[in-house]
């Protein structure tokens, strides 16, 4: 089983930006599908971005396509989130996630390892 570090969350105008960060511990990190959810307050959490383990496919969810980024860094043992033009509704806790399923603008969890989250604020 792969453990999950995320990091990099915190406050920012609308507009801003920020990189979310996911290290992973595991040998098989590079073989899993990985991918990023959140969970605003009062609501579902919800998927947001989705990786292949060769980084050759992305899937986004509607509301940030254009606007964020999925990466990884596979000798790093890292899975990013670049996150432009962000949007009050933005704002949830980000969790990193894997492996995971993923098809059209969507990844769905199984058996997988969760990060233990990183708030992410934007202010209008």
């Known amino acids: 089983q792969v453990q999950l570090v995320e990091s990099g969350g915190g406050l920012v105008q609308a507009g801003g930006s920020l990189r979310l960060s996911c290290a992973a511990s595991?040998?098989?990190?590079?073989?899993?599908?990985m991918g990023w959810f959140r969970q605003a307050p009062g609501k579902e959490r919800e998927s947001v971005a989705g990786?292949?383990?060769?980084?050759?496919?992305?899937y986004y969810t509607d509301s940030v396509k254009g606007r964020f980024t999925i990466s990884r860094d596979n000798a790093k043992n890292t899975v990013y989130l670049q996150m432009n033009s962000l949007k009050p509704e933005d704002t949830a806790v980000y969790y990193c996630?894997?492996?995971?399923?993923?098809?059209?603008?969507?990844?769905?969890?199984?058996?997988?390892?969760w990060g233990q989250g990183t708030q992410v604020t934007v202010s209008s």
């Open positions: 996630a894997g492996p995971l399923a993923c098809s059209g603008t969507r990844c769905y969890e199984g058996f997988s390892s």
């Open positions: 595991g040998r098989t990190f590079s073989s899993y599908t």
């Open positions: 990786i292949s383990w060769s980084g050759d496919r992305t």
